[in-house]
C-alpha cells in the first residue's frame, strides 16, 4: 500500500524525471484506477491483520496511514523527507514488538531508532542521483540542500547512528551473545561497503548501494539473533 501510493501521488514528478519515467504509471502499463484497488486491497489486509493482532495494533492505525500517506508529500516542502521515511520503515519494527507484547517498552526505541536512521541513509545515497532534477523542480532532499559531498556525509553519520541503536540489544536484551555480535559486525562492514560501492556514481552503483546491500543487512541481523536465540 505505501509504496503505491508513493506511485500514485508522485506520478507526475515520476512522468518528468528521466530516471523514473519508465515506470509503470509513467508509462502507461498500469492505469491509476488499477494502483488504487490494488491500495485499497493492501490497506484492506493491513487493518484485518491489525485487528487479528491486539487492540493496541489496530489503535495506532491511523498514526501508520499518516506516516505511509505523509512521505510522498514531505519532499515538496522539507529536506527532512528521508528522516520521515525513516520513521515510517520502522514504524514496521515497533510494529512487530507491539504485535507480540501488545504494550509499549523502552527497550524497543533504541532498536527502533536504529532501523529509522538506517533507512534514511541509504535513501539519501539514493537521492544523491536525483540532486539536478530535484533542484530544478523545486523538490527538497538532503542532497539538493546539501549537495552531493554533504549528503555523503550526512548518510554516513546516520549509518554510524544506526549500528548503535542496533547495538542496544546487548542492553536490553540477554539473549544478545555471540551470535548477534558476529552479524552486527558484518552489518557495519556491509554499510560501509555501501558508501564505497555508492561513489562509483552511476545508477547501477546507486541501485546496488541502496537496494542490493541493503536486502542482505536485516537478513543477516535476523540470522545473528535467532542463533543467540535458539542454538547458541
Known amino acids: ?7 500514485l501521488i508522485d506520478h507526475e514528478i515520476d512522468g518528468k524525471n528521466p530516471r523514473t519515467a519508465g515506470r509503470a504509471l509513467p508509462s502507461g502499463s498500469l492505469s491509476r484506477r488499477e494502483l488504487w484497488l490494488f491500495t485499497a486491497a493492501m490497506g484492506a489486509l493491513l487493518v484485518l491483520g491489525a485487528a487479528m493482532l491486539n487492540p493496541l ?5 491511523p498514526a501508520a496511514a499518516l506516516l505511509v500517506f505523509g512521505y510522498s508529500y514531505t519532499k515538496r516542502f522539507t529536506w527532512l523527507c ?17 504485535g507480540i507484547s501488545g504494550a509499549f517498552h523502552l527497550r524497543y526505541f533504541p532498536l527502533v531508532g536504529g532501523v529509522a536512521l538506517w533507512v534514511a541513509g541509504f535513501d539519501i545515497i539514493y537521492a544523491v542521483q536525483d540532486i539536478a532534477f530535484d533542484r530544478a523542480q523545486g523538490l527538497r532532499s538532503v542532497p539538493a540542500r546539501f549537495g552531493e559531498r554533504g549528503a555523503r556525509l550526512i548518510a554516513a553519520a546516520c549509518h554510524l547512528a544506526a549500528l548503535a541503536g542496533m547495538a542496544s540489544v546487548f542492553l536490553f536484551w540477554p539473549e544478545a551473545g555471540a551470535g548477534t555480535a558476529a552479524a552486527l ?13 555508492a561513489l562509483g556514481g552511476t545508477e547501477r552503483h546507486v541501485r546496488i548501494a541502496a537496494y542490493g546491500i541493503n536486502e542482505i543487512i536485516p537478513i543477516l541481523f535476523l540470522i545473528g539473533v535467532a542463533l543467540d536465540q535458539y542454538l547458541i
Open 57 to 61: 495494533c489496530l489503535a495506532l492505525l
Open 1 to 7: 500500500a505505501a509504496n503505491a501510493l508513493n506511485r
Open 185 to 197: 559486525a558484518a552489518c557495519a562492514v556491509l554499510l560501509a561497503a555501501e558508501h564505497v560501492v
Open 82 to 98: 528521508h528522516f520521515w521515511l525513516g520513521v515510517t520503515c520502522s514504524a514496521a519494527t515497533m510494529g512487530a514488538f507491539l
